[in-house]
């Protein structure tokens, strides 16, 4: 089962370097789960391992800034607030605004800026202050002026260049409000330039909008010339055209067109309306006439109503009477009677021809009805010809008419522009306001020496922090016991501490001291490494020379021994061998006399003076210890000491480079590796674990040594407090 499992092991460590048993894949899941927590751990513990040089670096860094604020030239800003608005005040109401003023607050705030920043706007207020032709400017700003002559072309660039530099524009979030600052080593410069900055921009923006009236007019003026010209031009036209065709139109008058009516068109029109009117009138003729016609002749109602027939009809009447009394009282031929009977005749005969005139009255109101309708339908016809010859003629008339009105329009409109433009000439709309004049600045915003300070602390820090982090990513050896699990994917069973004063034998003996509280904590840790409590033959090996093996290896069966286990220290280092001189015994025989005898040796068991301890020294060193350390022979080795001890501690050779260890954990029950903080190599240790997993050995896991809790950071705080509590508590006890 140790053989599948160490095969296991063996397979998940070379392929991604995590944990080899079951135990261990726990704690690494925990680790992943606390990566967090490890995190922040690691970084105070770096931190806490650099402290000097990330001290240091700041210190200097904090010097450096003072120095630079001490030796710096001072430089004194003023500032000045102006106020822009879209648009100015209108006086007349036709004053003209900037174009660019219309649309959106920010764009337009923002185009102002950058008016600001112009190099234009340089160029005026070093004119109006005389830049250009004073060298004391450059003196004022300590800086060297050109090799030319005041005046020239690299004079004027160096100074744009310096106002352009030292000029700061800040827009008011908000606001319409613009703070126009210039930075200079003189407090009065400083004030000087702001202020003529603020009064150039205001004159350059009337000066600008004053142009453009000027060419507004201008431009309007040369058009108003040309339109003039064109009218002129139309208008000869229009009345040579109509003469040449003898078109005349009267004033007043437009057709449907919306054109002038002429003499021909006008005349057309009345006789239109007359002939209508006579056309009309001869069919209520004709249509009275022929009534008459089919009427009888004292039946028709002109008859009756004429007032001398009705007249003759009341004297017929009359007659009438008189003629019936006369019969009455003489005969047919009383001359009274026949002259009444003459009389009424006579009444008849008026009557007839009377009522024959009405009926050739009517007759001849139709024929003259008829006469004057074929009249007008002469005339008409007549001068529908010669209005249709005039229409032709007045297309061409019609054309230049509408340009000679549109010419008009034209020339009207540009003459009323004109004159507003003239009326608002000298009126100038300003939309920008200065709200403070700036003032000569009575401190310099540079150097300040807190600030400087501050900035050369943060500065200093984040170097020597991106140095530390360097050195940590750089630095290769195992520090703390997170190094460990996270490195080589192993679990810690322990810490033991750096002698504080170098004699770990004397410490080992002293059971209150910190090295004694170690070595308990490992015991129960390796009691409690597998599920079948401690193997019983335990090997412990390191990577490299003096990382503390054999120091570890005495202290563990020191403890073993003492806990009343019958224990035997093996020292299998048949290269450099140690725990004969740590026990102060002979090395005559020993762990190598063992590998060349068929049985146990007496010879080569050591008592000491701890109870229930054994030592094996390594015996005479032989010429290939490899030679000596074959399966069997181990096996055969370590089953007869199995048979007289509880507990096997085997104080190995180093892996690295040597062929022993892994030949000895290959027989042993389990394996501790020992590290050395802050000196164990990440990749040699993991090319040391590589070749014992791939040895078949079981690896329980690892013990850090020779940890100096005091410089180590808080990566293993835990340790610390609970060696330091502990023989705290038994030195009071």
Known sequence: MNQEASILDRDRFADDDVVQSDARAHAHRLGHLSQGDLDLREIRAALYRNRWLIGGVTAVAIIIGLLMALLSTPIYRSTATLQIDQQGPQILGSEDQDPTASGDIEVYLQTQVEVLRSRSLSDRVARSLNYYQDPSFFEAMEMTPPDTSPGSAAWQRAVINILQENLTIELTSGTRLVDLS?????????????????????????????DMSAYSRQFLQEQLGQTRERLEESERSLIEYARQTGITNLDGGEDAEGNG?????????????AYATAQTDRILAEQKWRQAQATPLMSLAEVLSNPAIQTLQSQKAQAKAQLEGERDRHS????????????????DEQIRLQATQVRNSIRDQYRIAV?????LMANVRELQGAALGEQSRGVQLTILRREADTNRALYDALLQRFRELNAAAGITANNILIIDRAETPSAPIWPRPLINAFLGAVIGFGLAAAIAFARERLDDSIRSSDDVERKLGLPVLGITPRPANADAETEMLDPHSPMSESIYALRTALELSTRDGLPQTLLVTSTRPAEGKSTTSE??????????????LVDADMRRPSVHHNFHIDNKSGFSTLLTSPALVPEALKTTDVDN???IPSGPIPPSPPRLLSGETLDRVFSQLRDRFDIIIIDAPPVLGLADAP???????????????????????KASIRRLLSAGTNILGVVLTKYDFTSGGYSSYGYHEYYSYGGHDRAEA
């Open 182 to 210: 210039f930075d200079s080593p003189s407090p009065q410069l400083s004030a000087r330039v702001s202020n003529a900055f603020a009064e150039e921009f205001i004159a350059s923006t009337l000066q600008r909008r004053f």
């Open 261 to 273: 009516q002429t003499l021909t068109g006008s005349n057309l029109a009345t006789l239109n309306t």
């Open 332 to 347: 047919a031929d009383y001359p009274t009677v026949r002259q009444l009977e003459a009389q009424i005749a006579a009444f």
């Open 371 to 375: 006469q004057q309708e074929r009249s």
């Open 555 to 568: 202290a563990l069966a020191r403890e073993f021994a003492q806990s009343g286990r019958r224990t035997v």
């Open 613 to 615: 301890l054994s030592v």
């Open 663 to 685: 030949q000895l954990a290959s027989a042993a029950g389990g394996v501790l590796y020992v590290v050395e903080a802050h000196s164990g190599s990440q990749g040699q240790a």
